[in-house]
């Protein structure tokens, strides 16, 4: 479900919420729901301001695995929350440029990033090359990118 409202001709809110669910062919149902909010603050006709927040949960039953992150956890059957806040500055130089500079931080439950010099999973009989173990559960970046449209 998704919503948007232009409150002023200078400020966009948004709001989207989801979910969905899987069978898994026995008792077991897995899933996910979350949600997202979003404002835009329309500063001038060529600068914006925008933060946004969303949030994600997944839940199995006790057989199941969950959908997305299995993988990286040490009890795959574990139920898991991820949130991100992002705040981005957006600059058109022009009606077909966009320049865009983003602060976001992630967070999650369990270690989903990596920090610092990890350890790697060992091949296992000398098959396949060894991966990163991740060891952190929240991270920040910083973004700056351009875009052009004709």
Do not use: C
């Amino acid at each position: 479900m998704y919503g948007q409202w232009h409150v002023l001709e200078w400020l966009t809110l948004r709001g989207h919420f989801f979910g969905g669910m899987a069978p898994t062919g026995g008792e077991t149902i897995e899933g996910w729901v979350g949600g997202a909010l979003f404002a835009k603050v329309a500063l001038h006709r060529h600068f914006s301001i925008a933060g946004r927040g969303d949030v994600v949960h997944t839940f199995s039953g006790a057989g199941g695995q969950d959908l997305f992150h299995a993988d990286v956890m040490p009890d795959p059957t574990a139920t898991t929350l991820m949130g991100s806040g992002t705040l981005t500055l957006d600059y058109h130089p022009t009606s077909h440029v966009s320049i865009r500079l983003e602060g976001r931080h992630d967070r999650a439950n369990f270690p989903r990033f990596f920090r610092g010099d990890v350890a790697q999973t060992m091949p296992m009989m000398g098959m396949g090359a060894p991966t990163d173990i991740r060891n952190e559960s929240n991270q920040t970046t910083v973004t700056l990118g351009m875009t052009a449209w004709f």
